[in-house]
T-cell receptor, first 114, second 112 residues
Framework: ETGVTQTPRHLVMGMTNKKSLKCEQHLGHNAMYWYKQSAKKPLELMFVYSLEERVENNSVPSRFSPECPNSSHLFLHLHTLQPEDSALYLC?????????????FGPGTRLLVL | AQSVAQPEDQVNVAEGNPLTVKCTYSVSGNPYLFWYVQYPNRGLQFLLKYITGDNLVKGSYGFEAEFNKSQTSFHLKKPSALVSDSALYFCAVRDSNYQLIWGAGTKLIIKP
């Protein structure tokens, strides 16, 4: 349960605010992921980092900006968000971004954009 | 197109009865299949996965899943449901880019 941590757990922000989500993994993994989870929809993969390099960017709007300073930390910088961006943002990690590796998830940040 | 379908939004089962949560997939090549569970206000927890070998995969909390290649299915099962099994269950398959494609989730409700 404590292998992947996320802060803050809850965030309320206005459309003109700038905030950042933080993820930290203590599992020694080389790959990290950001997902968006909306009610009754499949998880949407936003970004993938492998060995601190971005390997996947699924047409995410530029108001979301990821940063991976090292293999243990992942950030998601938010600016000028829209109300439809309100969702649960999940961070995950895995040993690598290849093969059948299991992904381990953090508890998520519940974001509300007003 | 590569995809995962969980045809039931919600499954209701009485405690002690067997449960099944359905998943079908469409993917090129050999499928890598996963089941995850999400409890309220929590992240997803890994339950089990199929990569190769025996079609019946055993996982955490007494769950198992059966891979059926001809029916392209990977249904999650448990012989005797517990109230504490009530949660949201997600099926996923690895795509050709090594990323996971997720189903929309099935809410499992176990009634005492």
């Amino acid at each position: 349960e404590t292998g992947v941590t996320q802060t803050p757990r809850h965030l309320v922000m206005g459309m003109t605010n700038k905030k950042s989500l933080k993820c930290e993994q203590h599992l020694g993994h080389n790959a990290m992921y950001w997902y968006k989870q909306s009610a009754k929809k499949p998880l949407e993969l936003m970004f993938v980092y492998s060995l601190e390099e971005r390997v996947e960017n699924n047409s995410v709007p530029s108001r979301f900006s990821p940063e991976c300073p090292n293999s243990s930390h992942l950030f998601l910088h938010l600016h000028t968000l829209q109300p439809e961006d309100s969702a649960l943002y999940l961070c995950a990690s895995s040993p690598s971004d290849r093969s059948g590796e299991t992904q381990y998830f953090g508890p998520g940040t519940r974001l509300l954009v007003l | 197109a590569q995809s995962v379908a969980q045809p039931e939004d919600q499954v209701n089962v009485a405690e002690g009865n067997p449960l099944t949560v359905k998943c079908t997939y469409s993917v090129s090549g050999n499928p890598y299949l996963f089941w995850y569970v999400q409890y309220p206000n929590r992240g997803l927890q890994f339950l089990l996965k199929y990569i190769t070998g025996d079609n019946l995969v055993k996982g955490s909390y007494g769950f198992e899943a059966e891979f059926n290649k001809s029916q392209t299915s990977f249904h999650l099962k448990k012989p005797s449901a517990l109230v504490s099994d009530s949660a949201l269950y997600f099926c996923a398959v690895r795509d050709s880019n090594y990323q996971l494609i997720w189903g929309a989730g099935t809410k499992l409700i176990i009634k005492p």
